[in-house]
């Protein structure tokens, strides 16, 4: 779901769609986790919700949609005020009521929380590798000359397209006119959703697509690699050339050439990885396992850090050393490319996801390293508890929202080392434990 850097989050919780298939394609799952627009790490004053629960009565519904109704006659006006059509606004909006199962889905998304190797058994499965390598050689001629044109791996591409709707099969039923009218009118993402409403009725103006046909996620995603309405606008290509950009039918040539499209838009470097696992030694000081520490692989390897056959790892460019699981998971050396892939989801498990699948695609093995799977993830309320806690003990989190982005990882670093432990910013519940 490619967002604007302005209205991505830094981190969220992962979220699991159970998708249907083709009888072309085994049973998976799109395993996207979902960035939260127009929300930063400290979050934002959310204002006064119409509804707290998934599930609204008939009296709650009824009311609900008399609101809406109301909602959408006010924004009637600022949209033909944006050059929207009276008969384009009319047609589209016809038969649209408020969704509850939207705003249910969407209040909901904070106490969904996996553990990263969670997420990557799911994202790497034998079943969603085996249908990439499928996918990949079903649509080779096709992906072979959006790649020599955007100079973007077919195989990042066909991985995020897995992770997105698992290779087609799942791109969403739900109307993308009706949920983004729903969640611009709950007030609590209001303008960056009236804005996605805006974008989704000048595609229907532009004769891309009808309001009808006009299907997606809950959170206004759409097509086989489910982009957001103003990024369509922006980046989404008429690669077959019949005069229309369309990311919705069953052939996937214009999506996957706009997933390019967007990945080059964004400075993808043709030739380089996304990253790979490394080995790090006994010695390795964890504080440089940051993204803002960018060293030549050279370097690090005058450091120790190895690829997983012992090698040097080849000069591809500046890198960092990533953790995602702390310093007794697995460890990875990320370049350039890896920020690129970020664009299209901030969510450092899906970028990792992305690029192991689009590895395993090629041909790559698994995962090496062990994970802590003893662990588990840290629930909303303990997040939460965790920012308290390090800001009381004079470790700045710089807001407490129960994500954990860069502040929190950097107060969590500081904690560790004060502590004697080791500085590798894994917010565990052992952590949580100790500040307790």
Not at 64 to 72: E, K, L, P, S, Y
Not at 112 to 134: H, K, M, P, Q
Not at 243 to 249: K, Q
Not at 297 to 322: F, K, N, Q, Y
Request: proline content about 5%; aromatic content about 10%.
């Amino acid at each position: 779901m490619p967002f604007s850097p302005a209205r991505a989050a830094a981190l969220v919780p992962f979220l699991c769609a159970l998708t249907t298939t083709a009888p072309a394609l085994a049973l998976e799952t799109s395993p996207r986790p979902n960035p939260r627009p127009a929300l930063t790490e400290a979050g934002t004053q959310a204002r006064p919700v119409l509804v707290k629960e998934a599930a609204l009565d008939q009296v709650q519904l009824s009311t609900a949609n008399i609101g809406f109704q109301r909602w959408i006659e006010g924004f009637r006006a600022r949209a033909l005020a944006q050059g929207i059509a009276p008969a384009v606004f009319d047609r589209a909006f016809q038969g649209v009521q408020y969704n509850a199962d939207v705003i249910g889905r969407d209040r909901n998304q904070a106490e969904f929380t996996r553990t990263i190797w969670d997420y990557l058994d799911s994202a790497a499965s034998e079943t969603r590798v085996a249908n990439g390598r499928e996918a990949l050689e079903r649509h080779r001629a096709l992906l072979e000359r959006i790649e020599a044109r955007f100079g973007v791996d077919k195989e990042v591409v066909v991985a995020i397209w897995g992770l997105e709707s698992a290779y087609g099969t799942f791109r969403g039923t739900t109307p993308i006119i009706e949920a983004l009218a729903t969640l611009a009118f709950d007030g609590r993402r209001g303008a960056f959703f009236e804005d996605q409403l805006i974008a989704a009725l000048r595609i229907v103006q532009a004769g891309d697509t009808d309001a009808r046909n006009m299907t997606g996620s809950w959170a206004g995603a759409m097509g086989h690699t489910q982009f957001i309405p103003t990024s369509y606008l922006d980046y989404a290509v008429d690669f077959t050339g019949d005069g229309r950009r369309d990311i919705w039918g069953d052939d996937p040539a214009d999506a996957l050439a706009s997933t390019a499209a967007y990945l080059a838009r964004f400075g993808w470097q043709r030739g380089q990885p996304w990253g790979g696992e490394v080995q790090l030694p006994r010695d390795f000081d964890y504080r440089l396992a940051d993204r803002s520490v960018r060293r030549m692989p050279s370097d690090w390897a005058a450091l120790g850090v190895r690829d997983m056959a012992g090698r040097a790892v080849p000069e591809h460019g500046r890198a960092s050393i990533l953790l995602p699981a702390g310093a007794r998971g697995a460890a990875f050396m990320v370049f350039d490319n890896f920020a690129v892939i970020g664009r299209y989801n901030t969510a450092d498990a899906y970028v990792i996801g992305v690029g192991h699948l689009s590895d395993r695609i090629r041909g790559g093995g698994p995962i090496r390293s062990a994970w802590p799977r003893e662990d588990r993830a840290l629930v909303f309320a303990e997040r939460q508890e965790l920012q308290e806690r390090l800001t009381r003990a004079g470790f700045d989190t710089k807001g407490v929202d129960g994500r954990i982005g860069p502040n929190t990882i950097a107060a969590v670093r500081a904690f560790q080392h004060a502590a004697g432990m080791i500085p590798d910013g894994y917010a565990s519940l052992d952590l949580l434990n100790r500040l307790r």
